[in-house]
T-cell receptor
Framework: NAGVTQTPKFQVLKTGQSMTLQCAQD?????MSWYRQDPGMGLRLIHY???????DQGEVPNGYNVSRSTTEDFPLRLLSAAPSQTSVYFC????????????FGSGTQLSVL | GENVEQHPSTLSVQEGDSAVIKCTYS??????FPWYKQELGKRPQLIID?????GEKKDQRIAVTLNKTAKHFSLHITETQPEDSAVYFC???????????FGQGTTLQVKP
């Protein structure tokens, strides 16, 4: 099993560009989530999903969209990138119904110039 | 909204000493409290978790205590070793919403 796979690992964008961060898990987990990590601010929840077809906003959802059309995939879309979105992004999944025992992906380091 | 506060932000101890990290949460409906360890350049990994119907849980040198009345929980690491050096995060979630909120993290340095 690959676990939680995130692509790309690194990305540089210009302000205003759009892109999608991919996240896939092969553990048949219902729960998936996206966090961003910034120095001194911990892990902040962007969006999460408790199952296919269901998504919900986290602490910092503005500027990001998600969808959950399959159990395996949970892509994160930046519609118009801003320098404030420069961060490390982690996708995570859980076999628990509510995010218990999260497995994290290896992260995507995003820079917006 | 939900909030999790974590203290201290940095902690330095001598090898063999104990380390304690404390967290408070705002949502009284929170009922699941995990702790994650993140080594430099790596992903966070779960080290221990506790549910609201339990006051304390131990796993070898690591223990977590929960005080639901005061809405705070703590991580205790005994006999610290240099490999315990990392960033530790607490988190709290409400099983009704599924929203897992993390604290700001504590950088633990264990000096040999």
């Amino acid at each position: 099993n690959a676990g939680v796979t995130q692509t790309p690992k690194f990305q540089v964008l210009k302000t205003g560009q759009s892109m999608t961060l991919q996240c896939a898990q092969d553990m048949n987990h219902e729960y998936m989530s996206w966090y961003r990590q910034d120095p001194g601010m911990g892990l902040r929840l962007i969006h999460y999903s408790v199952g296919a077809g269901i998504t919900d906003q986290g602490e910092v959802p503005n500027g990001y969209n998600v969808s959950r059309s399959t159990t395996e995939d949970f892509p994160l879309r930046l519609l118009s990138a801003a320098p404030s979105q420069t961060s490390v992004y982690f996708c995570a999944s859980s076999s628990g119904a509510r995010g218990e025992k999260l497995f994290f992906g290896s992260g995507t380091q995003l820079s917006v110039l | 909204g939900e909030n999790v506060e974590q203290h201290p932000s940095t902690l330095s101890v001598q090898e063999g000493d104990s380390a304690v990290i404390k967290c408070t949460y705002s949502d009284s409906a929170s009922n699941y409290f995990p702790w994650y360890k993140q080594e430099l350049g790596k992903r966070p990994q779960l080290i221990i978790d506790i549910r609201s119907n339990v006051g304390e849980k131990k796993d070898q040198r690591i223990a977590v205590t929960l005080n639901k009345t005061a809405k705070h929980f703590s991580l205790h690491i005994t006999e610290t070793q240099p490999e315990d050096s990392a960033v530790y995060f607490c988190a709290a979630s409400n099983s009704n919403t599924g929203k897992l909120i993390f604290g700001q993290g504590t950088t633990l340095q264990v000096k040999p």
